[in-house]
T-cell receptor, first 115, second 108 residues
């Protein structure tokens, strides 16, 4: 079974621009979560989507947004980029997001550099 | 406030030198304690899920255990390929909260 895929793997943007990242979950997984990883803050939860609806949200500004499509693929968007947005953005998928056996599986990440 | 703390931050081991990593947590309702391994520049790779105090799981040289307040990841006779950052996390409603990780370096 193919794992979680993320595109692009690397991005370089300048301050003020916006960026869209894409994530394809494991086949059959309906929950997609996004995380930001930086050396200073570690791994932090951004938001989770299930059945095209945002179900959970972390403590990030409104510049960070996402959506999920009917095939469970997800995108996240960051508008008005700031230097501090430079990070590894990780997508994780799970079957339903509920229950004891639900484990999140991560993709390889998108490395975003903001200049 | 729910939180998880990992120690030590870094660990240097000689090949074959067994050791343990600690993950202590304070959560209002544990719905799973997860261990992941992460190599530089890559996404976390799932290792174990533990749900109940007393539970243990093993995979090759790794063994994870869980008590009511902490979890341990034991590395037995490590090899250089076990060098990675090991992350623990808990899951209060499908939003994983991660500890800071333990960077493990195994020297031949």
């Amino acid at each position: 079974k193919a794992g979680v895929t993320q595109t692009p793997r690397y991005l370089i943007k300048t301050r003020g621009q916006q960026v869209t990242l894409s994530c394809s979950p494991i086949s059959g997984h309906r929950s997609v979560s996004w995380y930001q990883q930086t050396p200073g803050q570690g791994l932090q939860f951004l938001f989770e989507y299930f059945s095209e609806t945002q179900r959970n949200k972390g403590n990030f500004p409104g510049r960070f947004s996402g959506r999920q499509f009917s095939n469970s693929r997800s995108e996240m968007n960051v508008s008005t980029l700031e230097l501090g947005d430079s990070a590894l953005y990780l997508c994780a998928s799970s079957t339903s997001g509920r229950g004891r056996t639900d484990t999140q599986y991560f993709g390889p990440g998108t490395r975003l550099t903001v200049l | 406030e729910d939180q998880v703390t990992q120690s030590p931050e870094a660990l240097r081991l000689q090949e074959g030198e067994s050791s343990s990593l600690n993950c202590s947590y304070t959560v209002s309702g544990l719905r799973g304690l997860f261990w992941y391994r992460q190599d530089p520049g890559k996404g976390p790779e799932f290792l174990f899920t533990l749900y109940s105090a007393g539970e243990e799981k093993e995979k090759e040289r790794l063994k994870a255990t869980l008590t009511k307040k902490e979890s341990f990841l034991h590395i037995t006779a490590p090899k250089p390929e076990d060098s990675a950052t090991y992350l623990c996390a808990f899951n209060p409603g499908n939003k994983l909260t991660f500890g800071g990780g333990t960077r493990v370096l195994v020297k031949p």
